[in-house]
């Protein structure tokens, strides 16, 4: 059976990988530190055996007859008898390497001597039991070689002070380590509290509690970024998910209201026997309605294909002229029906740095409501002018014109006025959602001024190229 291994906390994590790193860190200066002590007693001997050996070459150096290699007067010296309280174990040899005299605490012992060196050197040996460390030098008298001195000094005391230190840091180390770990499990959890609680807020937000967001930290962290971030996309979701709310239960609405319109037309129509010219009504207005539905269901369509903010424009040249040109001989057969007249004079062309095809829609759909909404016989004016670094399209009608308090709520999706759902005008309420989205993505100006019963003008700012 496969044991299933228990994930570790990143508290804990951290606080093992703090432990690791600290270790290293105390295990190079507790080593330093014992180096250096080391280092400072040895070098402190060293320095003792060196005055030693000066005196006793200079000794030798300065006799005006060679008398011997040892002044008489060394051996009353207390440290030469003592073997156990600062002792200084003293020997001489001639330049054979046969001992001559050595001081009275080595009794039966002898230094090492070390043939072939005739220079000062340094060993750490032992004697009588006792660690030391001795100093071979060669004794002149006038250039020529008359023996040798060995010096030698008890390293007992020393070597327990490092041993001692040594005992100390190892002991030391593992208990500084367990305590740094505990302290650094504290501190990771206290760090870490605030995402823990981003964690618990998230998994408390459902549908039905999408207004809840993370609490912010009090140091402005990394953390308090983060929430910041979350709290964002939080906004974002949540208004995500209400227009799309908002959209299925308008859009169903919108969709319910032409099907219930063809359901009961027909039901009238089957219901007796009818006139050739009846079915021939009923089924046209059937028609217009399908119509009108198929007509919907492209702008739904639409409006889903511009919800993604990521919507890639193709930016390039756009002669503005040019698209208010097609887009009249496009409407041509419906502005000569409704006996309208359009008043425009491109003396030149306008290029403006734009989507060509975002731009055609944004144009048709402002002209559609202009020529859709005018009365029978009005006018609508276009105009194309230079301002400064925009090229300035203005677009307006002497239609129905909208209410005051209904300006700002007609770039919600379905929204019609009060002005237009009395109107005999149809339509969906899409038509300046699009135009708003389209705006948007490619930076272009758009205000609507409008009075009831006036008129109303749409004014476009874009980039001038």
Same mark, same amino acid.
């Given at each position: ?310 919507? &890639?424009?193709? @930016? ?10 097609? %887009? +009249? $001989?496009?409407? =041509?057969? *419906? ?68 209410? &005051?308090?209904? @300006? ?10 009060? %002005? +237009? $759902?009395?109107? =005999?005008? *149809? ?39």
């Amino acid at each position: 059976m496969r044991s299933i291994k228990t994930p570790v906390s990143i508290k804990n994590r951290i606080a093992l990988f703090n432990l690791v790193t600290t270790a290293l860190l105390i295990l190079v200066v507790f080593t330093i530190i014992y180096r250096i002590v080391s280092f400072s007693v040895n070098e402190d001997i060293n320095k003792e055996l060196q005055a030693e050996i000066n005196l006793h070459t200079s000794y030798v150096e300065n006799q005006d007859e060679f008398v011997g290699l040892v002044d008489k007067e060394e051996w009353d010296e207390s440290e030469h008898k003592e073997i156990v309280i600062n002792p200084v174990f003293l020997q001489a040899f001639d330049d054979h390497g046969n001992s001559v005299e050595k001081s009275p605490n080595l009794k039966g012992e002898n230094l090492k001597f070390y043939k072939n060196k005739n220079s000062k050197f340094y060993k750490d040996t032992q004697v009588t039991g006792l660690s030391i460390r001795q100093v071979q030098a060669p004794l002149f008298f006038k250039g020529k070689l008359k023996g040798y001195v060995i010096i030698a000094m008890s390293i007992e005391q020393p070597h327990k002070v490092l041993d001692n230190l040594l005992f100390v840091l190892l002991l030391a180390y593992p208990i500084v380590l367990l305590v740094l770990f505990f302290i650094t499990r504290i501190v990771a959890g206290q760090t870490m509290k605030p995402a823990l609680d981003i964690i618990a807020t998230t998994k408390s937000i459902t549908d039905n509690n999408f207004n809840e967001r993370v609490k912010l930290p009090k140091k402005r962290d990394e953390l308090y970024v983060l929430s910041l971030a979350i709290n964002g996309l939080l906004d974002k979701i949540e208004s995500a998910i209400v227009r799309e709310k908002q959209f299925t239960s308008d859009a169903s609405h919108e969709l319910r209201t032409p099907l219930a319109v063809i359901k009961g037309t027909l039901e009238v129509l089957v219901r007796k026997p009818r006139t050739t010219e009846e079915y021939n009504e009923k089924i046209n207005y059937c028609v217009s309605e399908v119509n009108r539905l198929n007509h919907m269901v492209d702008q739904l369509l639409l409006m889903a294909r511009f919800e993604d903010q990521k919507l &890639a424009a193709k @930016l390039q040249t756009v002669v503005l002229d040019e698209v208010l040109l097609q %887009a +009249l $001989e496009r409407y =041509s057969p *419906k502005i000569e029906v409704r006996n309208l007249t359009v008043d425009f004079d491109f003396t030149e062309h306008f290029e403006v740095v734009s989507d060509a095809g975002m731009t055609g829609l944004i144009i048709e759909n402002i002209l559609s409501n202009a020529i859709k909404y005018s009365h029978d016989g009005g006018n609508i004016a276009i105009e194309l002018f230079n301002d400064n670094k925009n090229v300035i399209c203005r677009i307006t009608d002497k239609g129905i014109g909208i209410a &005051a308090n209904d @300006l700002g709520k007609i770039y919600g999706q379905f929204y019609r006025s009060e %002005a +237009l $759902e009395h109107a =005999s005008v *149809k339509g969906t309420g899409l038509g300046l959602s699009i135009v708003k989205r389209l705006c948007d993505i490619l930076n272009i100006g758009l205000n609507i001024e409008s009075n009831k019963n006036e008129g109303t003008s749409v004014t476009l700012s874009f980039e001038k190229n």
